[in-house]
């Protein structure tokens, strides 16, 4: 999770993977062959119904990967009839045991030692005739000799992130040092079958594509109303029962946190500890703090320039020059060649853009700049460089990333050009916010959240929340229970992490997640966006050592002096 937000379903530089998004850099310009409902696309598949409901598909594989995949699926449903037969499935209650299947490695080039798999669950828990599912499993092992026996499961944001692509910087990630690190494709997303993926939306975002890809998953026999929080939710306990272990960590991050909250509120007796960064919890209501929360993080961004006596000096009145600035583009948009093409500059483009940019916690202090570059000049080339800062297509700081083995990876660049963009599970993006968001929010009230928004923003805050509520009435899933709207309340000792920049999720949802936390700790990082535990500078590293220090002992007392030290922030004034 991370949380890419709800108005609109752009990509935006993920907190893990660096400069751009890891499938624009692998199948940018390359069409789609997904033609079909998850990772058998591409190929014919001819479904035999188990007395179970269990759906065996026989493949006529398109590759080497493709039948050694397609021998392991047939052999497990043969497997699974024949314990049916002698017994083994009696009441909805009791339908099925979780088991894990290992196979082969996704990503082969990647250096780390580690176990990957699918776990099989029914669709729908409800129903003994119900459909098998499989979630993408790679279990990442600690260097430790002797490692902790609860492991931490790392559950993705979004909702419909692929949580595998996150497995490079979950390789390089301190807590492997005391345990091992458990990381899931969710239900609907990812390497995970079926995969609610919308190739659709890869040509063309639109009220048609959200209709052909709900189309052809509903023909495909998927049950659109099965993929939400409360069913990964019970996908999570079975991992871990599948797995074998007694109790697990949670370490959610943005749409990841509410999977963390209600597993705790619905498996209490498998969880030890949970690590909850940047919190999106139930009891907000999403469509209404999402134009506060948007502003907000504006705001604090023109606030720290105007209060520091030096940003101030160098970039006088930019919140003034900034919205003078959009208004500007909107009403002439500039037309600027790169090259990728031609790119049209607007304003709804550079709101779009900075909000995106505040998830980032290492280009924060770059954004003055870059937006006084942008702001202060007639100069279209000057224009052009200051949106490249703020997009991250040009860097300023002298940090050495690691190198990224996934953006070169051969195996996901063929994966990808197969089946398609599956970094981004739009389907499953629709189920949730659909089901548990847009049907239990107060659309008045978000409507009047954005008429106190700057004038500026109306129509794009305004026309984003109109699209989506109208894809919501395409999708059609059932409107969930109240209770997912409820706060989560439980003494399980809970790390809780907020960045003062945050956009989405401001430190205002995780005070009211800490409200039903017993034994929570509420820590926010005044100089951070979203996802501090991922991120690579002072205020991360002090993140990762307080969660190292929570995840060995839960119920010490923690030292957090290291925030403050990193509380400062040094703009970037120009060479």
Known sequence: MSRRPVFERVFYEGHKLGSGSIQQAMVEGQASKADGAGRYQGFTPQSALTPSGIYCNVILAASIRGIMKAINHVRYCILLALWVCVGGITTAQDAYTPVFEETECFF????????????????????????????????LYSQAADPAPEPVIYLEGGPGGAGLLSVEPLARHPILETRDVIVFDQRGTGFSYPSLNCPEFEEEASADSVAACR????????????????????????????????????????????LALVTMRDYPEGIYS?????????????????????????????????????????????????????????????????????????????????????????RIPY???????????????????????????????????????????????????????????????????????????DVESAYAAVEAAPEVLHAYLTDSMLSSLQNCEIWGVETADLLEAELVESDIPTLIYSGAFDPITPVSSGDSAASGLFNGLHVVFPTAGHGISFTDNAAGTCAKQIMQDFLIDPWAELDTTCVDETGSLEFYLGE
């Open 215 to 258: 189309d052809r998953l509903l023909d495909a026999g998927i049950n659109l109303n099965m993929y939400n929080t409360a069913a990964s939710a019970a996908d999570v306990n079975d991992l871990r029962i599948a797995l074998g272990y007694e109790q697990i960590n949670l370490w959610g991050i943005s749409y990841g946190t509410k």
């Open 108 to 139: 082969p080039e990647l250096d780390a030692e580690m176990r990957c798999g699918y776990v099989y669950v029914p669709e729908d828990r409800s129903d003994p005739e119900a459909a098998r599912i499989e979630l993408a499993v790679i279990i």
């Open 367 to 441: 954004l003055p700049y870059a937006l006084a570059l942008m702001a202060y000049t007639e100069d279209e080339a000057v224009l052009l460089e200051g949106y490249f800062i703020l997009t991250g297509a040009k860097k300023l700081d002298d940090r050495e990333l690691p190198e990224s083995v996934l953006l070169g990876s051969a195996w996901l660049a063929d994966y990808m050009s197969e089946f398609g963009d599956i970094n981004d599970s739009e389907g499953m993006a629709y189920s949730f916010d659909c089901s548990e968001e847009y049907q239990l929010n």
């Open 274 to 362: 949970v690590v909850i960064d940047s919190v999106y919890p139930p009891e907000v209501d999403y469509l209404v703090q999402h134009p506060v929360s948007f502003v907000d993080a504006y705001d604090m961004l023109f606030a720290r320039c105007a209060d520091d006596a030096d940003c101030n000096a160098a970039f006088p009145e930019l919140e003034f020059a900034f919205y003078n600035l959009l208004d500007y583009l909107n009403e002439a948009p500039v037309l600027v060649e790169t090259e990728a093409g031609e790119l049209q500059l607007t304003g709804d483009r550079l709101v779009g853009q900075l909000f995106q940019a505040l998830y980032n916690s290492t």
